[in-house]
């Protein structure tokens, strides 16, 4: 691959992983070998590589040599040259002020195989954004400086959704995803507990979907799963501008489409939709999914690329984000081994589910493709070949998955805002004021 610097707008979805226009992109970096492309057809990979080398820190090898094959996901920042109030920004020769471009990111690596030593450079640039932002929510009531939105910003890295009690469901990969809410009733100085609101829909910024259409293999079958909202304007959420903490509950509603093994969801293929609903149409990459070991391949998803086909099944799916400890306790009538409720057994199924297991064991095989350390509390983390974690493993069978009861997840607040472990990311207290499209520039942070 020739050295290449593409650039990317601030906030721009299709680059920038946060979607925010907050000074910075965030690029998420995946290494991909054996990779063919149609618009390239002289690019012929070769049978199989015999080593990578020379690989930029931070970024992760793929799991195979021998097959099409993709690394974890790395997000990269790079951070527009001049800030607002606290830099001096540069003025132009219109006299409006702007940003200046970042500095490059350079990545590199070399991929070898019998008589090929191919060298890969990749640079990287965030511009200042060329569109005008307006506010997506209203003034506070506690005044015009108080602050009335808040911007989570969900990484790919290390997060991760469990369906089932049966663990063939867990462990799937979320991709990065921006949720906007709206603050009211509190401001910095004297009441730092702001009512929180979750608006949805069309033309809205959080659109009509929690991110794009999920692929993922469970026991073989393939399915794609859309996470639509299931009300229009969800009132359940406090945050505290003083603590940095957030509760918030996301009703959802999934959408399960069973899909053919090499289209487990539409992609989003050089802008267009590959597949789907809206075939040949305009898309922008949402993000990078994995559904599993079992089919070596990455999906580049998009929103704008929603599956054809009538669902299966629509589930309702309550989403707590929150930073403190969240615990999820047996039912009165449930097995302590089975934590989850579980779907009523199908006499005509072809595979029955898993029966429960007795859970505590470290994970390995798929379940644990990707070994971490956290940097926060030392402990290992594994990352399933899907791209989630993998809390814990059956005893008797430590690459299947399962839940340690009570189900218990701790969430905790760091710099820049709150995070938690399964939904890592930032957050940004911001007052949104309309800005004049002519002028430039985006409202500054609170």
Known sequence: MASHEPYCEDGDPSCDADGIQNGSCTFDVSVCTLQTDPLVPACVPPTALTA??????????????????????????????????????????????????????????????????????????????SVCVQPSCPPSSSGPAAPNE?????????????????????????????????????????????????????????????????????????????????????????????????DVTLPLRVKVYLTPSDAVCPRCVKGRCQGGANDGGACRVDGMMYPGAATGESYEVSKACPPSDPPVATLPLSVPLTTRTSVLEVAAAGAADRPCDAPPTDASAASPPAAPCACGAECTGDACAHPLTDSATGALICLDARGGLSEACCTDETTRPCFSTPVTRFGRAEVPGPGAFFLPGSALWTTQLPVPCEGGGTPAPY
Do not use: Q, Y
């Not at 021998?66 to 790395?74: E, H, K, L, V």
């Not at 830099?87 to 020769?93: K, N, P, T």
């Open 150 to 246: 808040l911007v989570l910003g969900f990484t790919a890295f290390a997060s991760d959704l469990d369906l089932g009690s049966t663990g063939l469901g867990h462990n799937l990969g979320v991709p990065a995803s921006v949720l906007h809410v709206c603050l009211d009733g509190c401001d910095a100085a004297t009441n730092p507990r702001c009512d929180a609101r979750v608006v949805t829909g069309v033309g809205t910024a959080n659109g009509t979907s929690f991110g794009p259409p999920r692929p993922v293999v469970v026991s073989g079958v393939p399915l794609c799963l859309v996470s639509e909202w299931a009300e229009p304007v969800i009132d359940a959420g406090i945050a505290n501008v003083a603590a940095g903490t957030v």
């Open 52 to 129: 990578i080398r020379n690989l930029t820190a931070g970024l992760s090898a793929p799991p195979s040599m021998s097959r099409p094959s993709c690394g974890r996901t790395t997000p990269f920042v790079a951070t527009l040259r001049g800030r607002v109030r606290k830099i001096l920004l540069v003025r132009s020769e219109r006299g409006r002020l702007v940003r200046r471009p970042s500095r490059r990111l350079r990545l590199r690596m070399t991929a070898m195989a019998g008589g090929m030593h191919d060298v890969n450079r990749l640079f990287l640039r965030c511009v200042p954004s």
